[in-house]
């Protein structure tokens, strides 16, 4: 990687949110995830989950599905290719801060 000068501005202001940055994390390492599973490892509750999620939507970095297990509704997130792509370039942007 080219050793470039850090500039804050550059970090995704969408991702860098403490809980998106966590989502972020969590859906990268995994191919999709239930909201419920999500809510579990962010420890987030049930509204701020809901109001992060639909800003990582809004961006294009994940998709929402919902669908029905039995008469119960189940929603899960999974990364976009270009969600995957602003994780990718945000890691890169904390790696030339640290110098990594």
């Given amino acids: 990687m080219d050793k470039q000068e850090f500039n804050p501005a550059a970090l995704d202001?969408?991702?860098?949110?403490?809980l998106?940055?966590?989502i972020m994390a969590y859906?990268?390492?995994v191919s999709e995830a239930s909201f419920t599973e999500v809510k579990a490892r962010t420890e987030a509750s049930d509204g701020n989950l809901s109001v992060h999620m639909r800003k990582l939507e809004e961006a294009g970095y994940i998709e929402v599905g919902k669908t029905f297990v039995g008469r119960r509704p189940r929603t899960t997130l999974k990364l976009t290719a270009n969600g995957r792509k602003a994780w990718i370039a945000y890691l890169?942007?904390?790696r030339q801060l640290?110098?990594?």
Avoid: M
């Avoid at 202001?13 to 403490?18: A, N, P, S």
């Fill in 13 to 18: 202001e969408v991702i860098h949110g403490k």
């Fill in 20 to 22: 998106r940055l966590a």
């Fill in 27 to 29: 859906l990268s390492a």
């Fill in 92 to 94: 890169d942007q904390l």
């Fill in 98 to 100: 640290t110098g990594s």
